[in-house]
């Protein structure tokens, strides 16, 4: 899903229209934006939380030439699922095993 599809999911069950509806995620994903720039923690129950940590500077490896390399320290977000997100991903577990 994408914000255009987020748009049109809107409209049809909330009744928006298609300005309304793109206001209303525009305002979504400002306020997130805003909220993380600032070192707030999101959390919307059932889907999960988000927060703004710092990772430590550390070696890695450079994919391509297999060379160690020094990373430097970087700030980053964490998605941690919740419990109605982790169920609803579990039910799909019956599609990839039968795939197999």
């Known amino acids: ?33 805003e909220s993380l720039s600032h ?9 999960g939380s988000m927060a703004v940590v710092d990772r430590a500077a550390h070696r890695g490896v450079d ?7 020094d990373m430097p320290a970087e700030r980053e977000i964490k998605f941690s699922p919740g419990k109605r997100l982790k169920d609803a991903l579990l039910s799909l577990d019956f599609i990839t095993k039968s795939l197999e």
Request: aromatic content about 2%.
């Open 39 to 47: 070192g707030d923690k999101i959390s919307l129950p059932g889907i």
């Open 1 to 33: 899903m994408d914000k255009t599809d987020l748009i049109e999911r809107l409209k049809s069950e909330m009744g928006y229209s298609e300005e309304e509806a793109a206001r209303v995620v525009d305002a979504m994903m400002e306020s997130l934006t």
């Open 63 to 69: 994919p391509q030439t297999g060379e160690e390399m």
